[in-house]
């Protein structure tokens, strides 16, 4: 069975940190471009970043440059996306998503964009 597994999610505080795994299982994670996104209440889903499966060229929303870095680990088959100096305005519901596209322009498709999704992990930043 093809399954995308999320964790790492949690309640922290504002400037802590998380790093968020993306598990893949019945395929390889490193045929595909994996994204993270995430949706909070009353707002639109936003990618929030990924990496490519061509190169592993990496990008990232302006509102978390700086401070989130996504990684593989073709190993365990997993995906990381390490967050720190956390801000209240990123708690949301965080998924991850395997796309057969190249480059960050699938991440605006909806969900059309990507071949599998995971269900997601709460990520609670308090101020």
């Known amino acids: 069975e093809v399954q995308l597994v999320e964790s790492g999610g949690g309640l922290v505080q504002a400037g802590g940190s998380l790093r968020l795994s993306c598990a893949g299982s019945?395929?390889?994670?490193?045929?595909?471009?994996i994204g993270w996104f995430r949706q909070a209440p009353g707002k639109e889903r936003e990618g929030v970043s990924c990496?490519?499966?061509?190169?592993?060229?990496?990008y990232y929303a302006d509102s978390v440059k700086g401070r989130f870095t996504i990684s593989r680990d073709n190993a365990k088959n997993t995906v990381y996306l390490q967050m720190n100096s956390l801000k209240p305005e990123d708690t949301a519901v965080y998924v991850c998503?395997?796309?057969?596209?190249?480059?960050?322009?699938?991440?605006?498709?909806?969900?059309?964009?990507?071949?599998?999704w995971g269900l997601g992990t709460q990520v609670t930043v308090s101020s």
């Open positions: 998503a395997a796309s057969g596209y190249v480059g960050s322009h699938w991440m605006g498709f909806g969900t059309d964009g990507a071949d599998y």
């Open positions: 019945g395929f390889f994670l490193d045929d595909y471009t």
């Open positions: 990496i490519s499966r061509v190169d592993g060229s990496t």
